[in-house]
Structures are given as C-alpha cells and as structure tokens.
C-alpha cells in the first residue's frame, strides 16, 4: 500500500499548487470566479485524496481514497476543457495543465488497478 516513492504524492501537490496558481489569475484578471472554484475545488482534492491514501488504514480504503482522487482528477480536466473552450484559459495554459492532470489521471489508475490486482479485490468489493 505504498505509493510509488512519493512520486505521486510529489506530482499531485505540485497540481495542486497549479490550480492555486491559475484560481489566483481567473479570479484577478478574468473575473471567473465560478468554475475557477469547481477547478480549485477538485485540483486540490486529488493531492488531498493521495495524500489520505498514504495513511489508509486498510488495503480497501487506500483503493477508495485513490479511487476518488481519480474521479477528482478527471473532475479537473473537465473544468481545464471547460475554461479553454470559454476561452479563459490560452493554449498554452491549457496544455501543461492538462498534460499534468492527464498524467496524474494515468498514475492513479496504474495504481488502482495494480493494487487489486494484487489483492484479488473486485471493483464491487470497493
């Protein structure tokens, strides 16, 4: 129930600094303030989420807690979609932001299907 050398735990803190980062600017410059919340919102959950799974206290609850962390993350590249399409976010943004995120989304389910791999538990059981 470990998570990869803290890799994980390192990449998604530093997203979560990101969505920081961008909130600050779509509510300053742009004026955004609705869906820059819903991306704050679930870009720092899944840091949160990861985190929570270091300290699960069993091997179905650090299943869950990185379960949620991806519904999180792919919660954020939706919003990511979202501001680009809206044109609140330049390409160039949109581009690290979601290669970051889509990353991460790939991360976390390497990890959750490894990790029932190995346990033989079903996704009914989490």
Do not use: P
């Not at 962390?69 to 044109?87: P, R, V």
């Not at 932001?97 to 079903?122: D, E, F, G, P, R």
Request: aromatic share 8%.
């Amino acid at each position: 129930m470990e998570i990869g050398k803290s890799l994980l735990l390192h990449r998604t803190f530093e997203f979560a600094i990101n969505m920081v980062e961008i909130h600050k600017q779509l509510c300053q410059d742009e004026k955004e303030f609705t869906m820059s919340k819903q991306l704050l919102r679930s870009g720092t959950a899944v840091g949160a989420m990861v985190r929570e799974a270091k300290y699960a206290e069993s091997t179905r609850d650090f299943i869950h807690k990185l379960s949620v962390a991806f519904k999180e993350c792919n919660e954020c590249l939706y919003w990511l979609e979202l501001l680009k399409a809206t044109h609140y976010l330049d390409e160039q943004e949109f581009t690290m932001l979601h290669a970051n995120a889509t990353i991460i989304a790939k991360m976390l389910a390497k990890s959750i299907v490894s990790c029932k791999s190995k346990n033989t538990i079903t996704a009914h059981d989490v």
